[in-house]
């Protein structure tokens, strides 16, 4: 296993002399513990929806990515779906809450927020990581004062029992959890009434069927990275939390000075694939909105966490890299996409000579997340140019005073 500071450090952001001096300690005895070696891939991401939506998120999910309907896990109050790509790339299970009336820690974390209390149980929960020796994990994680949700709150959440479930980050809201599977073993997850339901199936098959159709299947590859948006404040405290939960390493920062923000970069130690395990952004501005009008700079990333709370922002989804007909994968992709009515909050950015192209969609009604396309030419092994960051930030916060203007004429 290389050591978890042992990897090149990217960037231009200065963190504070605390930020790196606990990035030491915490790394040197994670690994001196044995915790960084125990804790592996990330093995499923969770995501929450409102009664009656998952059909069209699954369905849209089977279109603008490689995913593919396995199963549904019914339980009192949920319908939890499986979706799968293969075993080399984490699951998705989109967890729909059968009443409007159901109450839980998940639906408050979007309630005092104005924009995501329209939509209380849409929102994304978090990851399930692989762990070789879940008590050893779990034992070591409580020592370092990690707070689990108990056996019968887990039960009573319907998540899977077979999982130790963190309670939410106070920094990005997400979840954490642990679940000990042989590497050789197929992922089952213990909860409720397996069946495969024909309105999902149905939902997968049309969505497969024009994905296929299309091409899209042989150009989308698995989620590249996943993007949180969080308090400026909270900038290096959820780095650092996340590199304590995990096996991650600190890739690095960038500064985007024109949109306020900062782009701040984590990876698995154990997989240098980001397909394989997908590495972990964490978005914030560099100044609190309150200071805006005093450095006389708008703060898009600022604007969404107090719209949406601290969340997941997007999923980018990795395009193969190769052309079609003369074109580049992303751009058929996109065009593809948008002749089937999808839209996309601005055109495909960077090119071939910076090495990627990137672009958002727009955000999902049901899950309110953004999925991103990322295509890397020839052996590009960043994340991104600073060009297209603030391009790409831009149009979302563009969006985003869009979507603040249509919520207020609501109320
Ligand atoms: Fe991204």
Known sequence: MTPSLAFPRYGDKQNSPQFDEYLQLILEERDSCGLTEAIRQIDALMVTVEPGHSRAYVGELCL???YHYLVTLESEE?????LRIDMNAPDILVREVKSPNTRGIFRSLNEVYPIGAHKPNSRYMGEVFRVTDAHSVIELQKGRDMRFFNQEQVRKLELPGNMAVLKPSPYTHNIVAYWERPEAEIRIYALGWSAIREDMQ??????????ERLGLDRLLLPIDHLATRIYSQNREA??????TLTSYYYWGSYDIVSENSSTNVTKSVHYSNELECPAK?????????????LVKRVSPTEQFVR???PRLHHLAVAVADGEVDGVPNIDYVVNSLRNCGRHFLLDVIGSKEEGLK???S????????IIEYVQRFGDFQGFFTKSNVADLTHAAGVDESLRALEAESRE
């Open 281 to 293: 952004v964490f978005t914030a501005a560099n100044h609190p909105y309150f200071v805006s009008h």
């Open 202 to 211: 149905a939902a997968y098959l049309e969505a497969k069927e024009v994905r």
């Open 307 to 309: 719209n949406f709370g």
């Open 358 to 360: 990137q672009i958002f």
């Open 238 to 243: 959820a780095i650092l939390e996340y590199l």
């Open 64 to 66: 603008m990515t490689p």
């Open 362 to 369: 727009s955000a999902s009604e049901y899950s309110s997340l």
């Open 78 to 82: 949920h319908l939890t779906h499986i």
